[in-house]
């Protein structure tokens, strides 16, 4: 009882010294709590004193415990069959999200020293099922049972119920009652699906008599779905309304971002909508924080390619460019960089276009063309801010080019991204752009072109003996490389034969005989030569090396990278 009573006065105390409330205030709800047996929390929140939030929040600060505002949660199907209605009310917990790989359960609960309520939750799981709990607050979690339980979830389940059953679109424009609306929930369970399926996009893209949906998975499409075309308006209505757009407006493209918390996590959307002859198709990249922001050694980079990118960020003042096509992984790799070098020692600042992963400690900004903010004078308001690295999101023009080099001939190191197909076609690109070749070297660190390209299932993958064709554009004499393998397919990888993606890079370090080469004007095949005698190995040599050593196939090479050029 002693020990009880000492957490109820550290809480009060707690919200005293954050001035949350008043030492009145709390002596108050402590005599309400003498007459009523309830938890000082719930009763400073009954009381009107703080709010349920604010609870939450320096409870869980206070124990070192995650917490989850249920409020911006979609409960995962799979987790609800795990734990019992009866059981989720009696013990108020509730089951957010299950990671099959991990075998874990996210649970959400209001009191993290119930331990016999946990106990008796891994006794009906049982040993091979972890646990990982956050602290939700009270009402939050009781709105959250009624909302979830008694509802179906499941995509087909939801579909069934669609069938026998009227939209009603009025629903479908307001914050209320959500969940009592099938076509709310069907939005909702895409979204997870699309999420647990590691997908990058979802394209909704309605068709004469019916609505097609495919997630991008890998970099490559894939139909999940096809819907009739009378469902196609009330999603339509209801993707507008969470990412804030006009629901008026169905001849205009619009934009905009969704934030939401699903399998346990924090992801944003951001929605793209087109108007086409059969409808608004829309699409929506997901924005992945946990999966997106990831440290250079998750990257799972050859030594070498490690060793050279190393070398590069010790350099204290340049340019640092990466180069690919849209969707090669630009973005999660200079965040990657960009981590390993964020610290409080250090003031990064960046101009994207638009920003898609909050960094803590990064000072970040969107380029708006409504605020009057563009590259240049973004760069130009950038260096009055005392920045030490500086991230432009892309080099489109001379103006945003000159600015670049500008900062890095003033002391700063900058990582920008630039279009082309290889790291040497970075200068003639530069070149073209307006920048003298003296100006490019001695300013640019290196230069890093990137592909990615599908990891071979490692469940599944079939060996066989390259053909005398394969052989050739592997560059080996038949029968040297011994097996290769290639995709075939298990439950693993849902039949694609691949699992995940890797980043191929070529990079060039410049260094003073290669800049004197660049200011000199030398050809691009005298560039080249130059850097393979440094060990420089072109995206094509990066890519065999992946085939050879069993990571993926060499048709999911050839598909990314130019193989052609090894044929003698």
């Known amino acids: 009882m002693a020990e009880a009573r000492n957490k109820k006065l550290r809480l009060g105390e707690l919200l005293i010294a954050q001035g949350l409330i008043t030492p009145d205030q ?26 349920e939030a604010v609870v939450r929040d320096i409870m869980a600060r206070a124990i070192g415990q995650e917490t989850l505002d249920l409020t911006q949660v979609v409960v995962d199907a799979d987790a609800l069959k795990l734990i019992p209605q009866e059981y989720a009310r009696r013990h108020r917990v509730l089951p957010v999200a299950v990671d099959a790989q991990a075998q874990q359960l996210l649970v959400a609960i209001t009191e993290v020293f119930n331990v016999a309520a ?20 009270e009402a939050q979690l009781e709105d959250a049972i009624d909302h979830f339980y008694g509802h179906e979830l499941s995509v087909d389940g939801i579909l069934k119920e669609i069938e026998t059953g009227e939209i009603d679109y009025q629903s479908l ?14 939005v909702g369970a895409l979204l997870v699906d699309a999420v647990k399926r590691s997908a990058s996009d979802i394209h909704f893209e309605p068709e004469a008599a019916f609505l ?17 075309k009378n469902y196609w308006p009330g999603i339509v209505v209801r993707l507008k309304v969470i990412g804030g757009m006009n629901i008026a407006e169905t001849r205009a493209p619009q934009d905009g971002r969704i934030s939401l918390t699903l399998n346990g996590r924090p992801v944003d959307f951001r929605v793209s909508t087109q108007p086409t002859i059969w409808g608004e198709n829309i699409v929506l990249r997901v924005l992945d924080r946990e999966k997106s922001i990831i440290s250079l050694a998750q990257l799972k980079l050859p030594a070498h390619v490690l060793t050279t990118i190393n070398l590069m960020l010790a350099r204290p003042e340049g340019i640092i460019i990466l180069t690919g096509p849209t969707g090669s992984g630009k973005t999660t790799t200079l965040y990657s960089l960009l981590s390993r ?40 308001s950038i260096m009055r801010q005392d920045p030490d690295i500086i991230l432009i999101g ?10 670049a080099f500008r900062a890095a001939m003033t002391g700063h190191q900058v990582f920008t991204t630039l279009h082309t197909n290889s790291a040497l076609g970075a200068f003639p690109r530069l070149v ?4 003298l070749p003296e100006i490019i070297a001695g300013n640019v660190i290196g230069v890093v072109a990137q592909r990615l390209v599908r990891v071979l299932c490692p469940n599944c993958r079939e060996a066989y003996q390259p053909s005398p064709e394969e052989a050739r554009l592997l560059g080996v004499e038949r029968g040297s490389p011994g097996t290769i393998y290639r995709p075939a397919g298990c439950k693993q990888c849902n039949m694609r034969g691949y699992r995940g993606r890797i980043a191929l890079m070529e990079i060039l370090r410049l260094d003073a005989e290669l800049d004197e080469m660049v200011a000199s004007r030398s050809s691009a095949s005298h560039l080249r030569d130059a850097a393979l005698r440094k060990g420089f190995r072109p995206l094509a040599e990066e890519g065999v090396a992946r085939v050879l050593d069993g990571t993926t196939s060499l048709s999911e090479i050839a598909r990314a990278v130019d193989l052609t050029a090894r044929f003698g």
């Open 341 to 380: 070098l964020n610290a409080e020692g250090v003031n990064i600042m960046t101009l994207e276009d638009p920003v898609e992963y909050p960094v803590p400690m990064m000072r970040q900004t969107s380029v708006n063309e409504m605020a009057k903010v563009d590259f240049v004078t973004g760069i130009r």
């Open 212 to 228: 097609r949906i495919r997630y991008r998975i890998d970099g490559v499409l894939e139909q999940v779905r096809s819907l009739h």
């Open 432 to 435: 073209d752009i307006g920048i």
């Open 394 to 403: 892309e080099v489109r023009d001379r103006d945003t080019a000159d600015m």
């Open 173 to 186: 424009e307001s914050d209320g009652e959500e969940y009592t609306q099938p076509l709310v929930r069907l």
């Open 118 to 137: 946990l106990d008796q939750l891994r006794a009906t799981l049982g040993a091979g099922i972890k646990i990982k709990t956050v602290l939700a607050g």
């Open 26 to 51: 709390l002596r108050i709800a402590l005599t309400e709590q003498k007459q009523q047996s309830m938890p000082l929390g719930r009763l400073l929140v009954r009381l009107g004193f703080v709010t």
